[in-house]
């Protein structure tokens, strides 16, 4: 299993931006797809960005045109650049990663908390 580590989370008011990073270990088989996913108090875990190897990123309808995945490959991390933030974006947000992208990802972080003041 990766060993995941994010950072970045905080408290923000609403309409300012903040950017989550995801530092994976080295890994044997290739990642060939990470992601963001997020869960707020008595709310489902949701997926909230992905992105793959050779593929465009994809996007949770609510962050459309707000949020930004991205990955450093050479530096082994991942990104969330999440813009005009919103207080229905408060949650737990957790790096995701697997390795064959149609059977989804196999090892989660511990979690970052983000929340946003109205």
């Known amino acids: 299993q990766l060993q995941l580590v994010e950072s970045g989370g905080g408290l923000v008011q609403a309409g300012g931006s903040l950017r989550l990073s995801c530092a994976y270990g080295?890994?044997?088989?290739?990642?060939?797809?990470m992601g963001w996913t997020r869960q707020a108090p008595g709310k489902e875990r949701e997926l909230v960005a992905r992105?793959?190897?050779?593929?465009?990123?994809t996007y949770a309808d609510s962050v459309k045109g707000r949020f930004t995945i991205s990955r450093n490959y050479a530096a082994n991390t991942l990104y969330l650049q999440m813009n005009t933030l919103k207080p229905e974006d408060s949650a737990v947000y957790y790096c995701a990663a697997g390795f064959i992208p149609s059977r989804g990802f196999d090892s989660w972080g511990q979690g970052t908390q983000v929340t946003v003041s109205s």
């Open positions: 992105i793959t190897t050779d593929g465009a990123p």
């Open positions: 080295h890994s044997i088989l290739p990642i060939n797809v």
